[in-house]
C-alpha cells in the first residue's frame, strides 16, 4: 500500500506515468521534461503560458530546472520495483471489473489474476511469466513458438525449433534463465564499474557548487566592501567639501568686516565733508563783508590724508583680497589626505619605485628621476658586482619581501622591453642573466605583435593583442601571485603568474631596439 502511495506522488500529473527527466517550474511543480516541454509548445501557439497544475502564468517561456533529487528517488524506487511497468497489467477473465494480473502465458497470451491462476496451473505445459501485455516479443517470429533458449554466437533469443533446424542448427544454446543470470552478472560487474565514475561525477559536481557558492559568496562581500569604501569616500569629501568651504568663507568674513569697517568710516567722514561743504555753501551767499571775514577760517582742513581710510579703497582691496593659493593649497592638502586612506581601505600599498643605476647596464639609459630606462648608445659607468653585462636590463633599488603592491608602467611601443620581477640572486652575465631565461625571474614581453610572458626559458604566445601602452602591476607576495594587467577601457587582464616566493621581489626591466619604459605615479 505504502509503495502505490508512493508510486503516485512519483507520477507525472501529464503522462500519468513515473518521472522520466523530472524538471521543475519556478511554482515548484514538476513534469516529465518530454512532457511539458510538449505542453508549454502548444501554449506557445496560443500566445501565454501556463502551470497544468496551478494554472501560474507565466508572462515568457518558462525556463526549467532539472530536479535531480526527484530523479534519483525515482530511480531508487525503480530498482526495487522491478515489475513496476507491467502492475497496470489487468486479469484478461476479470470483464466485470479490472482485476491486476500476477502472471502471463504465453501459449495462451492471457493475463491471469490470482484466482484465475489457480484454475491455469492445471495446465502444467504452459509457460508463466510476469505480467505482459506484449506477447509478440515473447515468441519466435518465424516459427511462432515461445522463446526458451539463448544462442550467444548470435546474440539471438531462439525457440526449440530454430535450435533444430535453420541458420541456428548446431549452435552452442543456454536455457534463457541461465543465459539472463550470466548477463545479469555481466551488467552488475560493468555496474560497479560505472559506480565509481558516477561517484566522481557527482563529487565533481558537488565541488562545482561549493566553489560556484563560494565566489557568489566572495563577490558579494566584494561588492558590500567596495560599497562601504565609496560610502566612506563619500563622507570623506562630503567633510572635505565643507572643511575648504569653510575656508573660503573664513577669509571672506574676515576681508568683508574689514571693509565694511573701513566703509563705515569712510561714511562718516563723507557726512563730515557734507555738513563743512554746506557750512561754505552757506558763507558763500553771506553779503557782509565783515561777518565773513570775522568767521573762522574753515578752508584749513585735512582732506585725503586719513592713513587708516586707505585712499579711494582701492589699496583696501589690493591689500585684503582673497588668498586664492592659500584655498588652493589647502584644497589640494585635503584631497591628497583621502588617497592614503582609499589605498588603505583597498588593502594595496602603491610604492615609490626607484631605478639602480649600478645595476644597469652600459647601453641602459636613466632618467633623472629614475622612472625611465631606455634603449640607448654605450654608456660609460663604473664596474659594479650588481650591474647587468649581457642584456640591456636593470633593477629597482628596493624589492618587496610582503604585502601587496601595484604599480603602472609605460611602454614607448617602440622595439621590444620586457617588464617584470626577479630576485636579486639573478646571474648578471651570460645567457641565464636574461628575465626570459631563468627561474628567478617572471616576465611579459611586449612588442609590436603582441605580449609573450616568459619563465624560466619557457615562453606562452597571449592572444590579446596590446590595445593601450599602459600596463598595471600586481604582486601579492604571500598569496605568490604576479598579475599584469592592460590599462585600457575598461581594465583588461593579461596573465597572472603563480609561484610560491623565497627572496625579495625587484622590478626588472628589460629595453632593446629603442625600447623606453616608464615607471607611472
Known amino acids: 500500500m505504502a509503495s502505490a502511495e508512493l508510486r503516485d506522488k512519483l507520477n507525472c500529473s501529464i503522462c500519468l506515468s513515473l518521472y522520466t527527466d523530472p524538471v521543475s ?3 515548484g511543480h514538476n513534469f516529465c521534461r518530454s512532457c511539458i516541454v510538449s505542453v508549454l509548445d502548444a501554449q506557445e501557439a496560443a500566445g501565454g503560458y501556463s502551470c497544468p497544475d496551478c494554472r501560474a502564468e507565466y508572462p515568457e517561456r518558462p525556463a526549467l530546472e532539472k530536479n535531480r533529487k526527484l530523479r534519483n528517488i525515482v530511480e531508487r524506487f525503480s ?4 515489475d513496476m511497468e507491467e502492475t497496470r497489467i489487468f486479469c484478461t477473465y476479470c470483464t466485470k471489473a479490472p482485476v491486476p494480473a500476477v502472471k502471463s502465458c504465453l501459449h495462451c497470451e492471457n493475463c491471469l489474476c490470482d484466482d484465475h491462476l489457480t484454475a491455469h496451473n492445471k495446465t502444467v505445459d ?4 510476469e505480467p505482459t501485455g506484449s506477447f509478440g516479443n515473447k515468441k519466435c517470429s518465424h516459427h511462432k513458438k515461445v522463446l526458451e533458449y539463448y544462442c550467444p554466437q548470435d546474440a539471438a533469443c531462439l525457440c526449440a525449433s530454430c535450435c533444430l533446424v535453420g541458420e541456428h542448427r548446431g549452435h552452442q544454446v543456454e536455457l534463457l534463465d541461465e543465459a539472463s543470470e550470466k548477463k545479469k552478472e555481466k551488467l552488475k560487474k560493468y555496474l560497479d564499474e560505472l559506480n565509481p565514475q558516477k561517484a566522481e561525477i557527482q563529487t565533481r559536481v558537488q565541488n562545482l557548487q561549493d566553489h560556484k557558492r563560494k565566489i557568489q559568496e566572495k563577490a558579494s562581500d566584494k561588492r558590500k566592501n567596495i560599497s562601504k569604501i565609496f560610502m566612506d569616500i563619500k563622507k570623506q569629501l562630503e567633510m572635505a567639501e565643507k572643511k575648504a568651504l569653510s575656508e573660503v568663507s573664513r577669509q571672506e568674513e574676515k576681508i568683508v568686516s574689514q571693509i565694511s569697517h573701513l566703509i563705515k568710516k569712510l561714511e562718516i567722514q563723507e557726512d563730515e565733508l557734507s555738513r563743512k561743504m554746506r557750512h561754505v555753501e552757506e558763507m558763500c551767499r553771506v553779503t557782509d563783508p565783515i561777518r565773513l571775514l570775522q568767521e573762522s577760517d574753515i578752508t584749513v582742513c585735512s582732506h585725503g590724508g586719513d592713513k587708516d581710510t586707505g585712499g579711494d579703497g582701492g589699496e583696501v582691496r589690493s591689500e585684503e583680497d582673497l588668498d586664492e593659493v592659500l ?5 589640494h592638502q585635503i584631497l591628497r589626505d583621502i588617497i592614503p586612506n582609499v589605498k588603505s581601505a583597498i588593502g594595496v600599498h602603491v610604492p615609490d619605485i626607484l631605478l639602480d643605476v649600478d645595476s644597469a647596464n652600459k647601453y641602459v639609459k636613466l632618467s633623472k628621476e629614475l622612472k625611465t630606462s631606455t634603449d640607448s648608445e654605450e654608456h660609460e659607468r ?7 653585462v649581457t642584456y640591456s636590463q636593470v633593477f629597482s633599488r628596493c624589492g618587496f619581501s610582503s604585502g601587496r603592491h601595484y604599480w603602472k608602467v609605460e611602454w614607448n611601443q617602440i622595439g621590444t622591453s620586457g617588464i617584470g620581477l626577479s630576485y636579486p640572486s639573478i646571474e648578471r652575465k651570460a645567457l641565464h642573466s636574461g628575465i626570459k631565461y631563468n627561474k628567478t625571474s617572471w616576465s611579459l614581453d611586449m612588442y609590436n605583435g603582441g605580449y609573450n610572458v616568459w619563465h624560466n626559458s619557457y615562453k606562452l604566445a597571449l592572444s590579446v593583442k596590446p590595445t ?11 598569496a605568490g601571485r604576479l598579475s599584469f594587467y592592460e590599462l585600457c577601457d575598461p581594465i583588461r587582464h593579461s596573465h597572472t603568474f603563480t609561484a610560491s616566493f623565497t627572496e625579495p ?7 632593446n631596439d629603442g625600447a623606453s619604459v616608464t615607471i607611472r605615479s
Open 126 to 129: 504452459h509457460i508463466l511469466t
Open 25 to 27: 517550474l519556478r511554482c
Open 79 to 82: 530498482s526495487t520495483q522491478p
Open 327 to 331: 584655498i588652493s593649497l589647502n584644497l
Open 505 to 511: 621581489l625587484h622590478v626588472i626591466f628589460y629595453v
Open 468 to 478: 593601450c601602452p599602459r600596463l598595471g602591476v600586481f604582486l601579492d607576495y604571500e
Open 382 to 388: 663604473p664596474e659594479s658586482p650588481g650591474r647587468f
